[in-house]
């Protein structure tokens, strides 16, 4: 497979931001959520307001990954007060590495996974941290391979369903 591109998004892109995050979103949990539930949480959570909210936060970084100048997929990470839980200023949140289903397995996600942790190590953080659907074995599977434990739960909405949510973490 060719190299493949990885770059911070920028405020001028917040519209293939908001199509690479629904498509991934929607491949990856479509098949296990009522199209409901799926539906209110793409409205909501990749409304172009709370994207722009997002990618203006000082403490939040998205990455696209591209292969001729394709978007394939993403990363968002967040520091500090930006992070969803710990808010921990010694550790890195990874809150999404998400590739389109025809590039799974093909390296993406891992190149990401190590642009966090090559950021994680620049900051000189602690450790990564991250939560994980409980039925995305895929995931879980993936996070375990790159030396990730489980540490904690923690509840996921989606919808009107409440979903748990793995948290792993990785001391660096």
Not at 76 to 89: P, R
Not at 92 to 108: A, D, P, Q, S, T
Not at 125 to 149: D, M, P, Q, S
């Amino acid at each position: 497979m060719q190299d493949i591109q990885i770059d911070k998004v920028t405020i001028t892109e917040l519209e293939q931001l908001q199509k690479i995050g629904k498509q991934t979103f929607f491949e990856t949990f479509s098949s296990d959520n009522t199209e409901e539930n799926m539906s209110k949480y793409l409205e909501e959570g990749f409304s172009i307001k709370k994207l722009e909210q997002e990618l203006s936060h000082p403490d939040s970084e998205f990455y696209f990954a591209s292969l001729n100048n394709q978007v394939i997929g993403y990363l968002k990470i967040n520091f500090g007060d930006s992070q969803t839980e710990l808010k921990d200023k010694n550790a890195l949140e990874i809150e999404r590495i998400y590739v389109l289903k025809e590039f799974h397995g093909k390296n993406v996600g891992q190149q990401l996974y190590e642009k966090a942790i090559s950021i994680a190590r620049k900051l000189q953080v602690n450790y990564v941290w991250l939560g994980v659907w409980e039925k995305n074995t895929r995931a879980i599977h993936f996070y375990k391979k790159n030396g990730f434990i489980e540490f904690d739960k923690h509840i996921f909405r989606l919808g009107d369903d409440e979903q748990t949510d793995i948290m792993m973490k990785l001391n660096l």
